[in-house]
């Protein structure tokens, strides 16, 4: 398996361009099964979890179409082109979906298109449980018949879905954006109550009714559907990654860098610029997106609590604690939104830092400075913290299990690199 490996202690400085959004990239291509006609999204990154979407949905006889790149906005994305003309398989294989959760997100596409799907109930994974039920329910109340047997959900609507008000006991993404999906084809009119409304499902809501649905409440958290017999296709420009803008964002802070994030956008990141600016980091808009550096000498302990957007964003937790580590004073980090997403803790604790965890919260005292060390990380985010960590570290620090960060950062390393990092990528 490959390796990571980081000399800390070099100031970064240059530009980054940012990518397209992992997170709006994967339903956006989920919903290309509600047409027959071609969907191309532009500005899609190039990382291992669009590749598992890609294949779920070729198993599922859509047909793919990789076209150049898109320079809009200054930097690279890739075009695809996505056609669902003759679906006739509806089955998501456990082999694909054990490999990715949002797999699940071609489930409420399916039933609503044709009328049935059986897709592998996705397990718990490394930050918690995270079950499905919100989106099950969803469905059930627009009408499908759902069984779940050898662990599949085996959903079936013959006549079609019917619109519904459903009212979300909490706030999810996936399960909003799975029944946003399913609602744009179902007879009538949904509601759909306590909806999340991250930029991702904006972004998503905005490609469906350029493909003919209609949506109202976009940004809000009451949306608004009434359904049609047929979407047609579109193109779409996928938003920007504001948990990439976030994470180098805080490259800069922790490395007393100066950055500037091509097609960043400051209405992205609310929250976190709020942090960052508390804890003296300077955030400023530029004709082509935003510049990062250091307001003060020092870093400020900031306490911070992950909530649904606009609050702060639970995937930004790990590298927020990781810039905490090395501020002067205490920072509490709360999580909220998952039970199991302090694991970087431990690897941050390898590398010097001072942290306590009391359930929800862990408590960050900051340390004059880090040290390299062999670090192990169990998530996407959990590992570029310790990235983060690594690049502030006195020495070298090895970073195991890369698999991760290639799910969800396009380039990191050469992204970077580029700017003075000393960071290279040990072939296995
Ligand atoms: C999405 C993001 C992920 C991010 C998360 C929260 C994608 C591909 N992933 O994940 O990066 O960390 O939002 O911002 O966009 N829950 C239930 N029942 C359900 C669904 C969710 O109890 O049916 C719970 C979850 O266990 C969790 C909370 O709701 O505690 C929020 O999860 P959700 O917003 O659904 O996250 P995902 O869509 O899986």
Do not use: W
Request: charged share 20%; glycine share 10%.
């Amino acid at each position: 398996m490959d390796k990571i490996r980081i000399r800390g202690g070099q100031q970064l400085t240059g530009t980054i361009p940012i990518s397209g959004a992992k997170n709006a990239a994967l339903p956006l291509m989920a919903a290309s099964l509600l047409t027959d006609e071609t969907l191309t999204l532009n500005n899609l990154p190039h990382l291992a979890d669009i590749v598992t979407m890609a294949n779920l949905l070729a198993q599922l006889g859509v047909k793919m179409h990789l076209n150049g790149h898109a320079t809009e906005g200054g930097h690279a994305g890739r075009v695809f082109e996505l056609t669902a003309g003759d679906v006739g398989e509806t089955t998501a294989p456990y082999d694909l979906v054990r490999k990715m959760r949002a797999s699940i997100l071609v489930l409420g596409p399916l039933v609503a298109r044709h009328g049935r799907a059986q897709v592998s109930l996705p397990g718990g994974c490394a930050i918690g449980t995270r079950p499905v039920d919100l989106h099950l329910k969803g469905l059930a109340q627009l009408g499908a018949e759902i069984e779940l047997r050898e662990g599949y959900v085996h959903a079936t609507a013959p006549r079609g879905l019917t619109g519904a008000k459903i009212v979300f006991p909490m706030v999810s993404v996936g399960a909003t954006e799975n029944l946003m999906m399913a609602a744009c084809l179902a007879e009538g009119e949904t509601q759909l109550v306590n909806a999340a409304r991250e930029p991702e499902i904006v972004d998503l809501a905005t490609c469906l009714v350029a493909m003919g649905a209609n949506i109202d409440g976009i940004g809000t958290d009451r949306l608004r559907i009434v359904g049609c017999r047929k979407l047609h296709g579109t193109t779409h420009m996928v938003v920007p990654d504001r948990i990439e803008i976030g994470t180098f964002a805080m490259a800069a802070a922790i490395t007393r860098g100066d950055l500037e994030l091509v097609g960043a956008r400051l209405d992205l990141i609310g929250a976190v610029v709020e942090a960052l600016t508390q804890a003296g980091v300077r955030v400023q808009e530029t004709e082509r997106g935003l510049r990062v550096s250091r307001a003060a000498d020092d870093l400020v302990g900031v306490d911070v609590m992950t909530e649904p957007y606009p609050g702060f964003p639970t995937d930004m937790q790990a590298q927020m604690m990781a810039l905490m580590t090395t501020a002067s004073g205490a920072a509490m980090i709360t999580e909220t939104i998952f039970e199991n997403r302090f694991m970087h803790v431990p690897e941050l604790a390898r590398m010097g830092a001072s942290i306590n965890v009391h359930g929800a919260s862990a408590m960050v005292r900051g340390v004059p400075r880090l040290t390299g060390a062999p670090v192990m990380a169990t998530d996407l985010r959990a590992s570029v913290s310790l990235v983060l960590a690594g690049l502030a570290a006195e020495g070298d620090t090895i970073l195991n299990r890369v698999y991760h960060l290639d799910r969800g950062y396009e380039q990191l390393v050469e992204k970077l690199a580029a700017c003075g990092a000393e960071i290279e990528r040990l072939k296995a």
